[in-house]
């Protein structure tokens, strides 16, 4: 299993970005995809979760400017990332609990993408 991220850049406050992430490989369930992030000095932070049956939820710190959403056809997802903000620059991460061909259920990273908020 593979995660591939992408969308990420520079973006002044106020702006817009949307972040991909797809999984691939010998998937049989995705049960929950993820963003998480890691701001420079600091740990990784969870941002927003959506899982198998479409429930979301989110970090209060993003709540009414982000929006995690989903292409299951694809096991794709996305978040959409609105009004951003100097804090929100960070390097975001996808994170998927996926089962595998080989039934064997585990949690997977994908590479980061940089999120650079800044006038």
């Known amino acids: 299993v593979q995660l591939q991220a992408s969308g990420g850049g520079l973006v002044q406050p106020g702006g817009s970005l949307r972040l991909s992430c797809a999984a691939s490989?010998?998937?049989?369930?995705?049960?929950?995809m993820s963003w998480y992030r890691q701001a420079p000095g600091k740990q990784r932070e969870a941002v927003a979760h959506?899982?198998?049956?479409?429930?979301?939820n989110y970090a209060d710190s993003v709540k009414g400017r982000f929006t995690i959403s989903r292409d299951s056809a694809k096991n794709t997802v996305y978040l959409r990332m609105d009004r951003l903000k100097p804090k929100d620059t960070a390097v975001y991460y996808c994170?998927?609990?996926?089962?595998?061909?080989?039934?064997?259920?585990?949690?997977?990273w994908g590479q980061g993408t940089l999120v650079t908020v800044s006038s």
């Open positions: 490989g010998s998937i049989v369930t995705v049960w929950r």
């Open positions: 959506i899982v198998r049956f479409g429930g979301t």
């Open positions: 994170n998927a609990d996926i089962t595998d061909t080989a039934r064997n259920r585990d949690d997977w």
